[in-house]
């Protein structure tokens, strides 16, 4: 079974996002608390997701047996999800990255990654049923025009985003943005004003108790927001 998002390829720099998540990268690469981040060069935005299991042979037999075409790499397994490139490989105990600052003022871990769909249903059979995520949440609300799938993998959420406006489709879906905990939303926010960054005063979030600011440049292309006030998942 898949246990976790083990890494993130983004199209962007790797002192963009050292100076994004607080920390300083190992050969050219990073990780948080849960989750690690590979850099290329080229065009910007997030790119793919790899997901973690135990054991890739035994989770490429079970996503054959429920029709999930996958493809062996150096590093696993790589298939498509409706559009979304998508990776298995075997679980890693990689240490985050070392801090490049305060730890209060540093990314700590990832809170969410964004799927965009134009047809929810298509996306609950694929998260769902063929990987096998746990859908914990499933939500429309017209005061923000969207459908919210949250399907949670390890202690952050794969969420998929519907908007409900554009009606449903068979158009693929894409990957879109990510959520980053922070210790301490204020000291993450003046850190990245502090090295020029465009970012939004903190504001409070639709999760009790939590506040988000959105990160406007400086991501690789990637929409971003910080939350701050919320634990592990």
């Not at 498509?80 to 700590?108: F, M, N, Q, R, Y």
């Not at 409070?204 to 406007?216: A, F, H, I, L, N």
Request: charged share 25%.
């Amino acid at each position: 079974m898949i246990t976790a998002l083990d890494h993130l390829v983004i199209g962007g720099s790797v002192a963009a996002y050292e100076t994004l998540l607080g920390r300083r990268a190992r050969d050219g690469r990073l990780r948080t608390g849960n989750v690690g981040l590979r850099l290329e060069s080229g065009a910007p935005g997030l790119r793919s997701m790899a997901f973690a299991t135990a054991d890739p042979d035994k989770e490429a037999a079970l996503l054959e047996r429920r029709a999930v075409k996958t493809t062996r790499t150096d590093h696993g397994l790589a298939f498509t999800g409706h559009g979304v490139a998508i990776g298995l490989c075997a679980i890693t105990d990689d240490a985050p990255s070392a801090l490049a600052t305060d730890e209060a003022a540093a990314v700590a871990s990832l809170d969410h990654v964004v799927v965009r769909t134009p047809n929810p249903e298509r996306a609950v059979a694929f998260y769902g049923g063929r990987l096998g995520l746990d859908l914990r949440l499933d939500r429309s609300n017209p005061q923000w025009g969207a459908r919210l799938l949250f399907f949670r993998c390890g202690d952050l959420v794969v969420e998929i985003a519907h908007d409900l406006k554009k009606g449903v489709s068979d158009e693929p879906d894409h990957l879109w943005g990510l959520s980053w905990r922070v210790p301490d939303i204020a000291a993450a926010h003046a850190r990245l004003e502090t090295a020029g960054l465009d970012v939004s005063e903190p504001r409070e979030g639709r999760r009790p108790g939590s506040q988000v600011c959105t990160v406007k440049n400086g991501t690789g292309g990637v929409p971003t927001i910080l939350i701050g006030g919320v634990g592990r998942w």
